[in-house]
């Protein structure tokens, strides 16, 4: 677990995931500093009901960034920020979760395979590295690699969630921004800011999705290499 390569992997993505975190923050800072109009909670009500989406409650949550769409309890769940105030990156943040409630009412299909992948990546997630190491301690005495394929294999099942989770968040993205352009709520300079916030946003995913995968092939190629 520990050779060069895979330290290579590991330490390339940490960079390169603080790297996108960091402009991420950065973006956030400078855009929650332009004013308009409405709050995130009145533009996320405005937003659902113009997409007849009635069944959904807007509700503040502590914490910085912990903005979330919760399907099983119909929620568009704002962090504290996000809900208060009145300016780009919050009605940016607000109209993505805002996003994720209407693919949720379309039965939009990425949406709903995430969905169903939530519970069985939630049970394999808290054991994969455990199996993978209690593999890689088994496969000689046992003379087999069986536990190490099935780490594979659960590892492989966070990897594809990863990867299902883009298309979810790259629509979400589209929808706000097609809604926060088409109600003339942010506009010119201010829909650009928006766009390129959740931009960054969304590359947070795709490097944890890339970084995974990365992981992945490392653990095939170890299998492969041990077993020759």
Request: hydrophobic fraction near 50%; include cysteine; charged fraction near 15%.
């Amino acid at each position: 677990m520990y050779d060069p390569i895979y330290m290579i992997i590991t330490f390339l993505f940490m960079g390169i995931s603080w790297a996108v975190s960091n402009t991420l923050q950065r973006r956030f800072k400078e855009y929650s500093q332009m004013p308009i109009n409405l709050t995130g909670a009145q533009i996320a009500e405005k937003m659902l009901n113009q997409n007849g989406v009635y069944d959904v409650k807007v509700v503040s949550v502590p914490g910085a960034l912990t903005d979330h769409y919760n399907p099983a309890t119909k929620t568009v769940n704002l962090s504290d920020w996000v809900y208060a105030q009145s300016n780009v990156a919050a009605a940016a943040v607000a109209a993505h979760e805002c996003g994720h409630a209407v693919q949720h009412n379309e039965a939009y299909t990425w949406l709903t395979m995430r969905s169903k992948l939530v519970p069985v990546v939630s049970i394999s997630a808290r054991y994969t590295q455990w199996i993978l190491m209690g593999g890689l301690i088994l496969w000689p005495i046992m003379k087999n690699p069986i536990v190490f394929i099935i780490g594979i294999v659960f590892f492989a099942l966070s990897t594809a969630f990863s990867f299902v989770t883009l298309p979810v968040e790259f629509d979400a993205s589209r929808r706000a921004l097609a809604w926060l352009d088409s109600s003339n709520i942010l506009v010119g300079v201010e829909h650009e800011k928006a766009k390129n916030a959740l931009w960054w946003a969304a590359m947070t995913y795709v490097v944890a999705a890339l970084a995974s995968l990365g992981q992945l092939l490392y653990y095939i190629m170890l299998l492969m290499r041990r077993r020759d």
